[in-house]
């Protein structure tokens, strides 16, 4: 009798169907090294726990304001005056459950059912998942070496050209590969985006984690941009669920009704352990510096193993590679690499529809030695493939 609504007949999160699989062979007793899911390895920071024990200790945890806790929402507005030399309001942040919070959030406050909205690809898979389940349409901008595999301003003013854009959705660094735009790029496209009348997003949730120059933050070049940003990947929180918005000021009143409806607030624990990871600096540094030291295994290692023709990896946590030479199915590709070696990995096809057939992302997240033994199994597997 039950019969699912047509909203919600979105893709499945391939990466979340590897992870499945991988903790199903986990419970069999076997050992998986986990590079499908973009978590990071290292434990949450000990400020961050001890904050939260704390509020555990005093007994009782009630609600927010939906908008977010005052001195959280101020830290985040400081946390832009020192990163960044940013002047933030702190008025204009909205703390959410995650990203993914932030996402709906936004994308309810700015679109109406059927408004056209670019993303890169390949992309974040989730970003087409809830546009499509929000009534969204969603407008692929194909990437490609020719641009550093980033989106450009002039990508977005021919799609414009074509048919109206109402949005455009980025990532710098880029998931599935890690790849940042250059600051002028990231500045003409706010431009572009402001001058066409587009509503521009701004996912900039793996700042913190890049390896030869720092993220550009797109409020240095708008203050019309909307910005997405978590806790979970520079700090450690992933199944915390906090995040946050920097909004323009008009749309913030209309993101405190839907937050008051859709969630109250963001979960009070979550927000005070989120204030105190800003104490976490040194930690979190040694954390990406070992980020660092796994992406120069996977750098020097993918090559000679025929993973070939790696996007940039100019940040977050992942490698992004071709695997044509390999296989022309990475679905199928995935899986034979879980079940035969125990490494598990995101086939492209979650995150480029059209293309993905011959690529796939490692996220180098885990501890070193993981990551060095999944290059040993590989090193065994791959010639009798």
Known sequence: MFQASRRSAVSPFLAMDVLSAATLKERAGERVIHMEVGEPGSPTPLPVRAAAQRVLEAGRVGYTEALGLPALRARIAQHYADWYG????PARVVVTTG????FTLSFLALFDVGARVAIAAPGYPAYRNILQALGLVVVDLPTSKLSRYAVTAEMIRRAHAEQRLDGVLLMSPANPSGTMMLPEELAAV????????????????????TYER???TALRSSDSVVVVNSFSKYFCMTGWRVGWLVVPEPPVRTMERLQQSLSI??????QVAALAAFEAQPELERIRDAYAANRQVLLEALPRLGFTDLHPVDGAFYCYADVSRLSNDSVELCRLMLDQTGVAA?????ID??????????SFAGPQA???????????????L
């Open 190 to 209: 706010a431009a572009t985006c402001e001058g066409l009348g587009i509503r521009f997003i701004s996912d900039e949730i793996y700042h913190g984690l």
């Open 370 to 384: 993981d990551v060095v033994e999944a290059v040993q199994r590989l090193e065994t597997w791959l010639p009798r």
């Open 353 to 362: 529809p059209e293309r993905g057939r011959s690529t796939l992302r490692l």
């Open 265 to 270: 607030s963001v979960p009070t624990l979550s």
């Open 99 to 102: 990203s993914s919070g932030g």
């Open 346 to 350: 995101t086939p492209g096809i979650d």
């Open 86 to 89: 940013v002047s933030l309001d």
């Open 214 to 216: 720092p993220a550009e």
